[in-house]
């Protein structure tokens, strides 16, 4: 089985300046790691995905994630946020061989941005 | 495509009340899903299917049902609600055979059982 937790509940950020959420994992497996967004009263989209090769994985709207295996780590960046960037992040974690491809997802990092 | 829809988008139920929560999806997606989210507790599983006919238990399956006759839909039923149903529901959908592929998901229907 996995886990995924976030240890951010909440993270106030002011405009312009960066920001970083972060997700460690545990799995007896080797998995793939994903970051989804939900804004306000929507559904979750996907911001990215790690599936092998680079540590280094790069997203939409200007954000990227790092991948640590020595430390079962998967902490998602932006260098600068936009107000839109307002929202709830949520890490995941599929076991690739897992029945259904089934998700687990962290508690949520709830990003609030100021102007 | 319109993706993965999910009706009704509100309901209020009443404890001891049944209803289902409809989802469909219309990318061909093999694989579908229903989750609920708590606040501050991310999402849960509750029922998978990887195609027609077949269904499976999630993590937080007590209290709910599901069917599978179509690829495209994936009803979600509650019998007997109860208050500790409250949350709000997300179907989502995904390509079929195992890799990295995303899922897709609903705008969520949001239901309260008083």
């Known amino acids: 089985a996995q886990s995924v937790t976030q240890l951010d509940s909440q993270v106030p950020v002011f405009e312009e300046a960066p920001v970083e959420l972060r997700c460690n994992y545990s799995?007896?497996?080797?998995?793939?790691l994903f970051w989804y967004v939900q804004y306000p009263n929507q559904g979750l989209q996907l911001l990215l995905k790690?599936?092998?090769?680079?540590?280094l994985v790069k997203g939409i709207n200007g954000f990227e994630a790092e991948f640590n295996k020595s430390q079962t780590s998967f902490h998602l960046r932006k260098p600068s946020v936009h107000i839109s960037d307002t929202a709830e992040y949520f890490c995941a974690v599929s076991a690739d061989k897992a029945a259904g491809n089934k998700l687990t997802f962290g508690g949520g990092t709830r990003v609030l941005v100021k102007p | 495509n319109a993706g993965v829809t999910q009706t009704p988008k509100f309901r209020i139920l009443k404890i001891g009340q049944s209803m289902t929560l409809q989802c469909t999806q219309d990318?061909?997606?093999?694989?579908m899903y229903w989750y609920r989210q708590d606040p501050g507790m991310g999402l849960k599983l509750i029922y998978y299917?990887?195609?027609?006919?077949?269904?499976d238990k999630g993590e937080v399956p007590n209290g709910y049902n599901v069917s599978r006759s179509t690829t495209e839909d994936f009803p979600l039923r509650l019998e007997l609600a109860a208050p500790s149903q409250t949350s709000v529901y997300f179907c989502a959908s995904k390509k079929q055979g195992s890799g990295p592929y995303e899922q897709y998901f609903g705008p969520g229907t949001r239901l309260t059982v008083t």
């Open positions: 799995s007896s497996v080797s998995v793939y």
């Open positions: 990318m061909n997606h093999n694989y």
């Open positions: 790690y599936l092998s090769g680079s540590t």
């Open positions: 299917s990887v195609g027609a006919g077949i269904t």
